[in-house]
C-alpha cells in the first residue's frame, strides 16, 4: 500500500527516525503509525512508518503496547535522550571535528592499551588518592 | 634578492625539531602559546610571499588586469625562475585560500550544530546525556556560554574523584580558549603543509595544559591521570596514528604520554629558559626562525613595492 506514491527524495535513515521521533513526542499518549503517518504530511509510506517505528524500538526509543488489531507507540526518549540522539548525529556526520571540539581522550595505537595499563597499574582503585 | 624571496615558504621547516622539543620540555602553557604564533607568524609570511610570487610572476599574462611597469624586467629579475614560480603561484595561492576559508566555515558550522543539538536542555554548564558510547568533550561558546558535554556512559567508568577530574579538565579546555589556539594551528597548517608538526605539538599540549589545570583544581595529579587511563580504555574511536615498530614512551600515542607526564611531577614554569639547554636552544630557535621568517617577508615585501613603484608611473 502507498506504494505507487512517489516520495519527494530519498531521505537518510537518520532524518526518517528524528521525523517520526517528533511526531510521536507531540502525540497526547500513545499514537498509531497511521497517525504517525498522517502527522508527517502523508509523504512516507505506512510500511516506511513501521520499519522506522520497529528500528527505533530496536534502539529503545519507542515503546508500544497491543490496542486492538494493531500497536500504540509512545516515545520513550526525554529532552535528553533527544539530544543525546541529535549530538550523536552531530559527531557521526562531521569529520572535522576536531577543529572545534577539544575531545577528553583520542584514539589509542595498537601498544598504547597496554602502555596505559602498565601505567596505571600501581594507580589502581587500590592505590593512594 | 634571489632565491631569497622564496625563504619564507620553506622556512617552518625549522619548526620541526623545535616543536618536538618544546612539547616534551617547556610547560604546556608556554608551549601552546609559544608554538601557535610561531605557526601563526610563519603561515602569514609564507602566504604573503605567495601572493607577491603570485603578483609578479602573472603581471606578464595576456589580458591580466595588472599595470603594464608589473611585469617590467626589472621586477621580473626580482623573482628567480619567476615563469614558472609566478604561474604555479596561482593554484597554490588559491589553493590555500579555498582550504582555510573552507576549515573556518566547517568549525562554525560544527559549533552551530552542536549547540542546536543541546537546545532542549536546561541552560547548565555541564551537559550530561544518556548516552552508553563515552565521549566527553568542551563545546566552545561563541557568543553563548561554553558548555561541557559528557554522556553518562563515560562516566558511569569513573568514580567521583574521576569525576571532577573530567569536569575541571573540560572547564580548563574552555576557560584558557583552547579552541582558538587549535583553530589557529590548523589554518596554518593549511596555509603552508611543512607547519604540519607545529598542529600535531599544539593538540597534545592544549591537552597537558588542561591536565595540568585539572590537577591542580581537584588537587591530585593521580586522580586525573586515572580519569584519563580509564577513559582511553573504554573510548572507541580511530587510533590515534603511532610510528610503528618503535617502542617506549617517546613512540606512544598522545594519551599514554599524558598519562605518564601526570604520574611524574609537575612541570616548572619559566619565563623564558636560559639559552645554554635544550629547551632553550629549542625556545630561541623557536623565535629567532619566527623573526628571521617575518623580517624576511617584510624585506620581501618592502623590495617587491620599491621596485614595483620604480617601475610604474603610479
Not at chain 1, 596505559?116 to 594507580?123: F, I, M, S, V, W
Not at chain 2, 618544546?22 to 609570511?45: F, G, I, K, S
Not at chain 2, 569513573?158 to 580548563?172: D, I, K, N, V
Request: charged share 20%; proline share 7%.
Amino acid at each position: 500500500m502507498g506504494e505507487q506514491r512517489q516520495r519527494p527524495r530519498r531521505r537518510g535513515q537518520g532524518e526518517l527516525e528524528a521525523l517520526v521521533l517528533s511526531a510521536l513526542k507531540e502525540a497526547d499518549g500513545p499514537a498509531t503509525a497511521g497517525w504517525v503517518q498522517e502527522r508527517l504530511g502523508g509523504d512516507l509510506a505506512y510500511t516506511t512508518v513501521i520499519t522506522i517505528l520497529t528500528r527505533l524500538l530496536a534502539k529503545g526509543a519507542v515503546t508500544r503496547e497491543r490496542s486492538g488489531r494493531s500497536f500504540a507507540w509512545t516515545c520513550a526518549l526525554d529532552q535528553a535522550g533527544l539530544a543525546a540522539r541529535r549530538m550523536r548525529k552531530v559527531l557521526d556526520s562531521e569529520s572535522d571535528r576536531e577543529a572545534v571540539l577539544a575531545s577528553f581522550v583520542t584514539g589509542l595505537g595498537p601498544d598504547d592499551e597496554r602502555l596505559l595499563r602498565e601505567l596505571l597499574r600501581p594507580a589502581g582503585p587500590d592505590g593512594e588518592d | 634578492m634571489g632565491v631569497f624571496v622564496f625563504l619564507p615558504l620553506v622556512l617552518p621547516l625549522t619548526a620541526w625539531p623545535i616543536a618536538r622539543l618544546a612539547e616534551q620540555h617547556l610547560h604546556p602553557r608556554t608551549a601552546t602559546r609559544l608554538l601557535t604564533w610561531v605557526a601563526a607568524v610563519m603561515a602569514v609570511c609564507s602566504t604573503l610571499c605567495l601572493a607577491l610570487v603570485m603578483v609578479v610572476g602573472t603581471a606578464q599574462l595576456p589580458g591580466n588586469p595588472l599595470p603594464d611597469g608589473w611585469s617590467d624586467p626589472e621586477v621580473r629579475a626580482a623573482v628567480p625562475y619567476d615563469e614558472v614560480a609566478g604561474k604555479a603561484a596561482i593554484p597554490a595561492l588559491f589553493a590555500v585560500l579555498a582550504v582555510c576559508g573552507r576549515t573556518w566555515w566547517r568549525q562554525a558550522r560544527v559549533r552551530r550544530r552542536a549547540h542546536r543539538a543541546l537546545a532542549g536542555l536546561r541552560d547548565t554548564e555541564v551537559a550530561v546525556l544518556p548516552d552508553g558510547v563515552p565521549y566527553a568533550y568542551a563545546l566552545p561558546g561563541g557568543g553563548r556560554r561554553g558548555r561541557v558535554v559528557v554522556t553518562t556512559g563515560l562516566l558511569a567508568c569513573l568514580e567521583p574523584a574521576e569525576r571532577r577530574a573530567l569536569f575541571a579538565h573540560e572547564r580548563a579546555h574552555l576557560a584558557a580558549r583552547h579552541h582558538r589556539f587549535l583553530l589557529a594551528v590548523r589554518l596554518a597548517a593549511q596555509a603552508n603543509p611543512f607547519l604540519r608538526p607545529l598542529r600535531t605539538a599544539v593538540s597534545y599540549t592544549t591537552e597537558r595544559w588542561a591536565d595540568e589545570d585539572a590537577a591542580r583544581t581537584v588537587g591530585s595529579r593521580r586522580t586525573v591521570a586515572r580519569a584519563i587511563g580509564k577513559a582511553a580504555l573504554v573510548s572507541p574511536g580511530a587510533p590515534a596514528a603511532a610510528p610503528a615498530g618503535l617502542a617506549g614512551l617517546a613512540a606512544a600515542g598522545p594519551v599514554p604520554r599524558r598519562v605518564a607526564a601526570l604520574l611524574g611531577p609537575a612541570p616548572a614554569v619559566r619565563s623564558w629558559p636560559s639559552l645554554f639547554t635544550a629547551v632553550g636552544v629549542a625556545a630561541w630557535g623557536a623565535a629567532t626562525g619566527a623573526v628571521v621568517s617575518a623580517m624576511s617577508s617584510a624585506n620581501s615585501a618592502v623590495t617587491m613595492v620599491l621596485i614595483l613603484h620604480a617601475a610604474t608611473p603610479l
